[in-house]
């Protein structure tokens, strides 16, 4: 099975900083084929379902702002969040689905 | 809009069993894998089960194969969760989703609680 790792656990940046969450896959989630990278990211904030955020690790879900981006591939993926602003507080969750399906552990994001 | 919506959570007893269901509408539903998801309290995001368009493929996590199965009935719109030799470790909130690519549409969740 792919493991999926998240650095940090957990982060905490000033408002209008930026924050970066680095997502590491245990083996290649890049499919040769098509040339995509099977990732996707999601937000969840308390007591709400998780929100998609990214997949294909970089191609930005509709109404998600622009301050979030999404790069890597590979192994070794980031989600960046430009500019923190409050209602950006949640906690981040990266995904593959190469091979199944597994979610990495999350890393929350906190105001400092 | 797309909705799912989960149900047949609740309070079980250790080696017991129960059905979950997630009704879908306000999209094709025949068109689409879908998928469960569980987050145990205060934890993360843990993949459960996909299944394919038909129902001619399913996958489930290493921990749970042979506990849990899961299917769906397209002509019902409907997605089922059946969970046997129910144990603690799965306590937990039990999403289904959408699968496109990702999982890109999720319902509220039903609690599932196993404790006697």
């Known amino acids: 099975d792919i493991v999926m790792t998240q650095s940090p656990d957990s982060l905490a940046v000033s408002l209008g900083e930026r924050a970066t969450i680095n997502c590491k896959s245990s083996?290649?989630?890049?499919?040769?084929?098509?040339?995509?990278?099977?990732l996707a990211w999601y937000q969840q904030k308390p007591g709400q379902p998780p929100k998609l955020l990214f997949y294909w690790a970089s191609t930005r879900e509709s109404g998600v702002p622009d301050r979030f981006s999404g790069s890597g591939s590979g192994t070794d993926f980031t989600l960046t969040i430009s500019s923190l602003q409050a209602e950006d507080v949640a906690v981040y969750y990266c995904?593959?689905?190469?091979?199944?399906?597994?979610f990495g552990q999350g890393t929350k994001v906190e105001i400092k | 809009q797309v909705q799912l919506v989960e149900s047949g959570g609740g309070l079980v007893k250790p080696g017991g069993s129960l059905r979950l269901s997630c009704a879908a509408s306000?999209?094709?539903?025949?068109?689409?894998?879908m998928g469960w998801i569980r987050q145990a309290p205060g934890k993360g995001l843990e993949w459960v089960s996909y299944?394919?368009?038909?129902?001619?493929?399913?996958d489930y996590a290493d921990s749970l194969k042979g506990r849990f199965t899961i299917s769906r009935d397209n002509a019902k719109n409907s997605l089922y969760l059946h969970m046997n030799s129910l144990r603690a470790e799965d306590t937990a909130v039990y999403y289904c989703a959408r699968e496109l690519r990702c999982f890109d549409y999720w319902g509220p969740g039903t609690l599932v609680t196993v404790s006697s």
């Open positions: 995904q593959q689905h190469y091979t199944s399906r597994t």
């Open positions: 299944i394919s368009t038909t129902g001619s493929t399913t």
């Open positions: 083996q290649s989630v890049l499919y040769s084929s098509n040339n995509k990278n099977y």
């Open positions: 306000g999209f094709t539903f025949s068109d689409y894998y």
